[in-house]
């Protein structure tokens, strides 16, 4: 991840083309700062070409005056002067060639411990190549480094069609959110390419900076090598206002610029800002804010809190030990609120919104179409969560609208479709039938469709009813259902506990629709729903369910047998119910694999008349809801009044942008589901891929039953990328402070030297995670790395290992 530290400026040079004086303009930057540190480190990753031509031979021989001050160094070298990934293959199996992480790993590494041996320096990280050349695997440049996420100077191309080629190279880093703090590129009097680019970033605010071209290159090496030294010296000397030695105090303020803006972040928050979910009485100092500079992967590059108090106390030149970095990775333990699916920063999802967004912007939707929107509704209609009930796609922004939409038109089919003589009177007082523990959203309408609880507020106004659920976990090493006080249980299956064998029996509902159990469950909602009904209860008009997992309630594992059955009696029709009661399925947290399936549907083997989705489809990359309805949904909206359509939208209905952003989603996901490491993770769970009750999980088997002994934990719970555990504690609910206060060692860095980090750039890392008063609940996303996980279960396991009664 990002490396800052105060005393040691550290950037990465790329060029806009390969041949553009990358590697002398580079050297001249190296000779200015030797001019004035005590240290300048030079560092080429990757070098093809025989030594005595390398770069950094080049840097090395042009340092002679400032030898001691100045460190050059290749990490990996290659004879054949081509570009990296045909080196490799060249090289054959005579070199042990790293993959991209150990590469990543090995820059940070060395910049690491340049830090530690430092006083003021400067370090420039030269590339091979352009922006986009390949590296040693074949990813290309721009990708491979943004996992380190060092600040950019690109150097310019000066020839013919060097414009061009200059623009792009930025825009590539632009589109990779690289900070470009400068561009350096020759004078040449002819092309006068300099120019139009002066001018052209001055208005993008980014400094560019010029020099003279170095002279034609000699016959004779000393006479060459001597003309080069000349010039250097000529061009790091001189006091014009454009050129290297500018551009070196450019770079200097830009850097002290960034850390006092970090510095200042939490503070200015503090001030501004209202955080949702958070009670502001708890944030008492900067060191509660979570300043993050940016993000990659799995992990957030956050602003090192350790560091905030004592910048100033560290800003003795003389010091021998500075202070580490003051960025550190930090892993997103809550996929940032369930949304991240392919990790942060994905370029194929950042080039899907540019493309979209050069195309269109933004479009007026209603009565019109366009082709992101229209390959977006048919692959979920008919290729995916929709296929084989659902026949329309309406579009909003995000998951709470997406249930608001949801909920209209539930009880608009109510009215039309199942009791077209109610009373208009009586349209208002509707009520939705549900499980305890639901939470469809912050808007009212969303609220007043869940029974009264933490989350509404003094104008929520309950309409419905809300059935307790029996729920999953894995308790002492086996899998549970664990039945709630208001069950009335008979003799035959007491206790209120029943044990499987393994959560595949679990989740195998056709196999349990004629057990005893389900016997119970029908019974149960009958016998509820009778005296509901008796009472002069509410007029239930639809059953609205998150299907087996009800997330922000408390990771809530429902039976689920119990809505099966739930569904089945409230379609049959029951006391007070009406015979073909809509449903709809909440999928916003559980959908597009976030459980190791697709839809929910499948498995509970019913299907639902309406289903929302939402965060996971747009790779967690902006807002966007999909609401799917079935054809009899959509036709109680048909007539001649425009009235009786659905008069529901946003200004930025089916924007472009996230329809194009959940298409590239999309794609990406059925290759990531069907890799190799969700092959592996379906064979330690031992799960059959072809069938739909066969659920698994990415965290480890043993894992999960291990936590499931610890006294501390009172069960533990996992499907797909989920994993929940619930503390044992005397305070419980989702103002029980036991879960947050159980995994605080989690923010500390694992700086154990002998651990190996997982994190980009090899780092100490620390977790960013979320509770839900008694739960701890962990994320990850679709394609995190198997290592990823191993190392977030040890830090798991560490921290509850620290909290053993």
Known sequence: ??????????????????????????????RASAAQRDKVFYLKPVSTGPPQDADDAHVTSHMAKWKDRVQTHCLFRFQEPVSPHLAVKRAGASHSIPDDDTLANTIAAYVRR???????????????GGVQSPTLSG?????????????????GDSKLGGISTTISAYESLLLRGYDVDAILLFEDDYYRNFEYLHDYFKERNVDVFTTQPPPPKLAAAAENFAATEKYYADITSSDHHRGVTAALEHLDTIHNQRISYLGSMATRARDTIWWPFVQHGHVKTDHDVNVIHSAYSDFFSVYNPSHRANHAANNDS??????????????????????????????????????VSGRYGHVMFPQATHAPALQLAETLVHDGPGRGWASKAFFSDDG?????????????????????????EAWKQLGILGLKGSYHGDTIGTMDACEEG????????????????PTVSVQDGQATIALPSSFSVNTLLSPANYGFDSLGS??????????????????????????????GGPRLAALVLEPLVMGAGGMIFVDPLFQRVMVEVVKAGAPGISKGLPVIFDEVFVGLYRLGMESTAPLLGVKPDISVH??????????????????????????????SALLHGHSYTAHPIGCEVANETLSIIRNTVSSDSWIEARKKWQADADRVSSVFSLWDPSFVKALSRLPQVKEVMTLGTVLALKISDGDSGYVSMSAQATFQSLKQLNDDPNAQSVAPGGAPYNVHYRTLGDIAYFMTSLNTSPGVIRSMEERIWSALEDNTP
Not at 400 to 419: D, N
């Open 506 to 535: 679990i989740y195998d509902v056709e196999s349990r629709l004629e057990t005893p159990l389900a016997k119970v469950y029908r019974d149960h909602l009958t016998s509820k729903l009778k005296a509901l009904h008796d009472a």
């Open 114 to 128: 340049a830090a530690s041996q430092c006083g003021p320096a400067h370090m420039y990280i030269e590339t091979a």
């Open 454 to 469: 933490v989350y509404t507020c003094e104008w929520h106004n309950a309409k419905g009813y809300w059935f307790e659920p």
């Open 318 to 355: 003389s010091t021998a030990n500075p202070s580490p970095s003051l960025l550190n990775p930090q892993y997103d333990g809550s996929a940032s609120w369930w949304t991240q699916a392919l990790g942060h920063a994905h370029p194929s999802l950042t080039l899907a919104a540019a493309r």
């Open 139 to 155: 990813v290309l440049q721009a990708d491979l480094y943004r996992r380190l996420f060092l600040p950019a100077i690109l150097v």
């Open 614 to 643: 939402a965060k996971i489809l747009t790779g967690g990359l902006l807002p966007l809801a999909i609401t799917l309805a079935s054809q009899p949904i959509f036709e109680a909206f048909l007539g001649d009044s425009k009235a």
């Open 1 to 30: 991840m990002s490396l800052l530290f105060k005393h040691l400026r550290v950037h990465q040079v790329f060029g806009a083309n390969t041949d553009v004086g990358k590697t002398i303009l580079t050297t001249a930057l190296v």
């Open 400 to 424: 709470s609208t997406g249930m608001e939409v949801a909920i209209k038109m539930a009880l608009r089919f109510y009215t039309k479709a199942i009791e077209p003589g109610l009373p208009v």
